[in-house]
């Protein structure tokens, strides 16, 4: 349990950081600092699509350093750069909107290259570990990113929502600890967590995982889940402010919906034991729709039943989680360097993240103003729960076939 602790603490400030950047920062430069929704969403969508292409280079070179046993130097650099463009972004120098807007993009491309590296080398590791252990690696992988993301989702949150001068202080000091915790983590990786499997010499090839039908075959339902996590997870912020008229529990809502992911963490993977990982999560993707569905039908006021929806859902929300990494994994052939498929995987959720910041500039089309819904709330509403909806049951119907249905021992 020890080596699986020191493998999964990492997870936490992994998901801790992620949080604020992909959901609060958007709403913290347009609706606090007054950066126009519309090069918001563009700025948004330039700084996530050079995430996207980032992801197979990174990849390459996460085989290549590995190899070479130079693989420890450069997650430290990442964690140093990660520290830095992560306090960077919540203390923008005082100027224009151009200014803004050009040191918003530095600041999430900084994010995104650090979190990427790190990220891809952790998720490569995973899949690298026995295969008694990877399951249970994932769950503790994801257990703790959870309580991550429940730590982003209520301090940011309220920070948010407190004078700007007290704001900008709390957002710097949760950047702060944030860097001494990831130094933590990665430090118990080193020196605790199970070893990297070496399965004979793995060649770094990109070309290798497309070559995989199997690995194919994945990629279109993987993407289409991805984008139906992105709206929303976009747009949370926006539809609680300005759709449920609840902003000051913007914090419990986030925090109940991963909250509920964690508590439903070991279900599926028991699950998946059962029937097969694949069939686990088509399950999870079902009632992820039946639970989130009906947002696009509250208004405001509703905030109790906003957040009966932030529970069911979140329920759902282990699947997502810990299921497709654990898919992904089995899919490799033992010959190949597995840094190379999750450069390829993380591409396409960076692509999913890249077009969902196109729904602010689609918002703002349809008239909607952060702090003025007015009419356009409807429309808010569909973009942020309708439409992710329909975006996973074509997931659903795309993940499908004999060759994904091996059950795999679940976690004890």
Request: charged content about 10%; hydrophobic content about 60%.
């Amino acid at each position: 349990m020890k080596t699986l602790l020191a493998y999964g603490l990492l997870g936490l400030p992994l998901a801790m950081v992620a949080l604020p950047v992909y959901v609060q920062a958007p709403t913290f430069y347009a609706a606090r600092l007054g950066l126009p929704l519309g090069l918001t969403g563009l700025v948004l969508f330039a700084a996530r699509l050079f995430d996207t292409v980032q992801d197979p280079w990174l990849g390459r070179l996460i085989d290549v350093l590995y190899q070479r046993g130079q693989l420890r130097r450069l997650l430290w650099g990442a964690a140093l750069l990660l520290a830095l463009a992560f306090y960077g972004l919540w203390r923008p120098p005082l100027g224009g909107t151009t200014a803004l807007a050009v040191w918003f993009a530095l600041m999430l491309g900084g994010c995104y290259l650090a979190h990427s590296v790190l990220n891809i080398a952790y998720l490569a590791w995973g899949a690298r570990l026995a295969e008694r252990q990877r399951v249970a690696a994932a769950a503790w992988r994801e257990g703790a990113g959870l309580v991550g993301v429940v730590v982003a989702s209520v301090v940011p949150a309220w920070l948010l929502h407190q004078p700007a001068a007290f704001a900008e202080r709390g957002l710097g000091g949760f950047a702060l600890g944030f860097a001494l915790l990831l130094g933590v983590a990665l430090a118990a990786l080193f020196a605790a967590a199970p070893v990297w499997c070496e399965r004979g010499e793995p060649r770094s090839n990109w070309r290798a995982p497309l070559a995989n039908p199997a690995f194919r075959r994945l990629l279109l339902p993987y993407f289409l889940n991805a984008l139906s996590v992105s709206i929303p997870a976009t747009l949370a912020l926006f539809f609680i402010d300005d759709r449920i008229g609840a902003p000051q529990w913007a914090g419990g809502f986030l925090a109940a919906y991963f909250l509920a992911g964690a508590a439903g963490l070991p279900a599926w993977t028991r699950l998946a034991g059962w029937l097969g990982v694949a069939s686990a999560w088509r399950w999870g993707m079902l009632a992820a729709v039946v639970a989130f569905a009906s947002a696009a039908t509250l208004g405001p006021g509703e905030a109790w039943a906003y957040l009966a929806v932030c529970v069911l859902a979140g329920l759902a929300l282990g699947a997502d989680l810990a299921l497709p990494p654990v898919l992904l994994a089995r899919l490799i052939p033992a010959e190949q360097a597995p840094a190379g498929y999750f450069g390829l995987w993380s591409l396409l959720g960076k692509l999913a993240l890249a077009l969902s910041g196109l729904a602010l500039p689609l918002l703002a089309q349809l008239g909607y103003r952060p702090g003025h819904a007015g009419e356009a709330g409807l429309a808010l509403a569909l973009v942020y729960a309708g439409l992710p909806c329909l975006i996973k049951l074509l997931a659903l119907v795309t993940l499908r076939g004999g060759w994904l249905e091996r059950p795999v021992a679940a976690a004890s």
